[in-house]
């Protein structure tokens, strides 16, 4: 429930906004059980309060959601009130369309992550979603949340009891078409040439994250890895196929093993998708991919999987350990091949939780 007009202590070391741009909010706190109490000047008329919570009270009807509507109604108010949105976010955060509400919260989830280790987001009217600084360095992070075009509803809406299969295909499809349009933003396409470096809004010298919540990708439970058993972002740039063991056809002993090599992926239409991002030189300009699988309970706290994927080849690298993440994915150079390896995050002191 929110609590017009009377303040209580903020007992959950949680950065509280003071303002909101219209003059609205005075201030926002969280009791130890998570009801949100907002504090209005006599005659304040608050709109903005009343449609996220009208909009979130529609999204999470039932009794069991309260903790989460209040949360969710405050960590939205408090994104608006840093100025961390496009005009349009209040509206889209009041979506009935998935697909235009995860998109949104994504930015909202993500930026509030980044608040919780001690970065300052910021946002500009054009340009990626986020801008942080760390020792001198801008790094820009661009989020998107891609829609679950092409996957089989009975993976999206699973049926308990019932087997289904996990369309490993179709959704690194997605994750290759989310990070092209991202790549696209920074570098230009031949449709629109003018990406982030030729109008200068990204210096050659910044580093460009790209940020990939795969939560509409799957249904009631997290998937953020593949069918490698890596996630899928490493999939899409390494060209990393399944794992499989090579039998000798004459003694029927193995041969050897290991990760096929899979440079492209087939569309249902017949057309070849690459999965090499990060073994081209033209996407040197990508730092590192952010792969997350964020969902509700992400807002009230719990877990939910992180990994950073580094492009070796990157003009600008990203610090190791620097975002939250539990894993990250670095490849370093042998010879004529990378050598792919997984470190800890800066958040591996918390278990990870399962993808699937």
Not at 145 to 158: A, D, R, V, Y
Not at 175 to 189: D, F, H, N, P, R
Request: charged residues 15%; proline residues 9%.
């Amino acid at each position: 429930m929110v609590d017009f007009g009377h303040e209580i202590e903020n007992t959950s070391r949680r950065r509280l906004p003071t303002w909101l741009p219209n003059g609205l909010l005075r201030k926002v706190s969280f009791s130890i059980d998570g009801t949100v109490s907002i504090a209005l000047l006599p005659g304040d008329h608050p709109p903005r309060i009343l449609m996220l919570q009208t909009a979130l009270s529609a999204r999470y009807p039932l009794p069991g959601h309260a903790a989460l509507r209040t949360r969710a109604v405050a960590l939205c108010l408090e994104h608006l009130a840093s100025g961390l949105g496009d005009d349009n976010a209040e509206q889209r955060l009041c979506s009935a369309i998935d697909a235009v509400y995860w998109q949104q919260l994504s930015e909202v989830l993500l930026a509030d992550q980044l608040s919780k280790i001690g970065f300052q987001p910021q946002h500009a009217a054009t340009g990626p979603d986020f801008l942080i600084e760390h020792a001198g360095l801008r790094i820009w992070i661009e989020v998107i949340c891609p829609e679950p075009m092409g996957i089989p509803g009975s993976w999206l809406q699973p049926v308990l009891g019932e087997v289904t299969n996990l369309p490993h295909e179709a959704m690194l499809l997605r994750w290759t078409a989310a990070i092209k349009e991202k790549s696209g933003k920074l570098i230009g396409t031949p449709a629109n040439p003018q990406g982030y470096f030729a109008s200068n809004i990204v210096a050659a010298d910044d580093i460009y994250v790209i940020a990939i919540n795969g939560r509409l990708l799957r249904g009631g439970f997290s998937c953020l890895e593949g069918i490698s058993q890596l996630p899928f972002a490493v999939e899409a740039v390494f060209s990393i196929g399944p794992y499989a063991i090579h039998i000798d056809r004459q003694t029927l002993e193995t041969a050897g093993q290991g990760h096929l090599h899979r440079p492209l992926i087939p569309k249902p239409n017949g057309a070849q998708v690459p999965a090499d991002t990060f073994l081209d030189p033209r996407f040197a300009p990508i730092s590192a991919i952010w792969a997350v699988d964020l969902d509700e309970n992400i807002i009230l706290d719990r877990p939910c999987p992180m990994v950073v994927v580094h492009n070796p080849a990157a003009s600008n690298p990203l610090p190791q350990t620097l975002l939250p993440a539990f894993e990250e994915y670095i490849a370093v150079v042998e010879g004529d091949y990378y050598r792919l390896s997984r470190i800890n995050g800066r958040m591996s002191a918390t278990t990870m939780p399962s993808h699937v």
